[in-house]
């Protein structure tokens, strides 16, 4: 029933900037987290940009100041903000939502591709 769907993702030069955006369909009860993953060529996965259910927000060290995570509600939609885009930044990007007390998220998207060229 719950699907995340990603979009905004493309190709750029290093400096460029895109949007991405994560729209929830479907009903997700109460208030919950959401958090933008990533996963490089070659690379493990990992966490880029979180926002809590109580709406506090956390990045990973390599995109704090460039990157900004938010959400609006009313549109079921969770945004990631990406300027300053450098070659390394190239990824699949995920969204997920909905963490458990184990840290699992319950619900991901298919992703989509950001590249970045030098």
């Known amino acids: 029933q719950v699907q995340l769907v990603e979009s905004g993702g493309g190709s750029v030069q290093a400096g460029g900037a895109l949007r991405l955006s994560c729209v929830v369909s479907?009903?997700?009860?109460?208030?919950?987290?959401m958090e933008w993953f990533r996963r490089g060529a070659g690379r493990e996965r990992e966490g880029v940009a979180d926002i809590g259910s109580d709406d506090r927000t956390t990045y990973t060290d390599s995109v704090k100041g460039r990157f900004t995570i938010s959400r609006d509600n009313a549109k079921k939609t969770l945004y990631l903000q990406m300027n300053s885009l450098k070659p390394e930044d190239t990824a699949m990007y995920y969204c997920?939502?909905?963490?458990?007390?184990?840290?699992?998220?319950?619900?991901w998207g298919q992703g989509t591709q950001v590249t970045v060229s030098s």
């Open positions: 997920a939502a909905v963490r458990n007390a184990a840290g699992e998220y319950q619900y």
């Open positions: 479907g009903y997700i009860y109460g208030r919950y987290s």
